[in-house]
């Protein structure tokens, strides 16, 4: 699976969109970008994943650039609850016998959202 | 609620006990994995069973030893631990390692371990 690159952190301001950027220069055609987020002392959360257009869903957007090197995850409105360590992955969408599409987490991005 | 249940949250124990966390999803998933957190430190993947089969088993050292019986259950029997091996282990589920598209991944609250 190819690697990601994020900022270590981020501040946002409540109410406002948080934008977090993901550099995955070596994406591959057959590989998705996946978004998880992590709060204090629990488990990794989905938010969102894509492949090539664009996706939106309850929690957040996800806007793939056209070569697909880079994505952002926009949540629209930030809210207190929203501080959290935001993880962007690729994954095969194939798996094979040699790789089962497992994720592999890097350091992620910290989220701290402020009133 | 995720769906996805482990025991014990909070775990202490010895270098020379032997426990063991349990994992059990209520999801009708087939596949389960195991991660370890460390403190500071990325998630690591540590084993993945598929319809019951261990198909990934990332260098894990023998003193982990998972086991899963059926596809909602899936367990890490310990023993001999060093107190390195102090971490968050969290479980997860996803639909099956096949087909076109990847499963997300439902992750439990994790078993916080510590050894002393």
């Known amino acids: 699976d190819a690697k990601t690159t994020q900022p270590p952190s981020m501040d946002c301001a409540e109410g406002r969109a948080a934008n977090l950027p993901c550099n995955h220069s070596?994406?591959?055609?057959?590989?998705?970008v996946y978004w998880y987020r992590q709060i204090h002392s629990q488990g990794p959360q989905y938010i969102i994943h894509?492949?090539?257009n664009n996706e939106t869903n309850e929690m957040a957007s996800l806007i793939i650039t056209e070569d697909r090197k880079s994505s952002t995850l926009i949540l629209p409105h930030a809210t207190l609850r929203d501080t959290a360590v935001y993880y962007c992955?690729?994954?095969?969408?194939?798996?094979?016998?040699?790789?089962?599409?497992?994720?592999?987490f890097g350091a992620g991005t910290q989220v701290v959202v402020t009133p | 609620e995720t769906g996805v249940t482990q025991t014990p949250r909070h775990l202490v124990m010895g270098m020379t006990n032997k426990k063991s966390l349990k994992c059990e999803q209520h999801?009708?998933?087939?596949?389960m994995y195991w991660y370890k957190q460390s403190a500071k430190k990325p998630l690591e993947l540590m084993f993945v069973y598929n319809f019951k089969e261990q198909t990934e088993n990332n260098s894990v050292p023998s003193r982990f030893s998972p086991e899963c019986p059926n596809s909602s259950h899936l367990f890490l029997h310990l023993h001999t631990l060093q107190p390195e091996d102090s971490a968050l282990y969290l479980c997860?589920?996803?639909?099956?390692?096949?087909?076109?598209?990847?499963?997300?991944?439902?992750f439990g609250e994790g078993s916080r371990l510590t050894v002393l």
């Open positions: 894509g492949l090539k």
């Open positions: 997860a589920s996803s639909p099956p390692l096949s087909g076109e598209t990847p499963g997300e991944l439902f």
């Open positions: 070596t994406i591959s055609g057959n590989e998705y």
């Open positions: 999801l009708g998933h087939n596949a």
């Open positions: 992955i690729v994954r095969v969408a194939r798996p094979t016998t040699d790789s089962w599409g497992k994720l592999q």
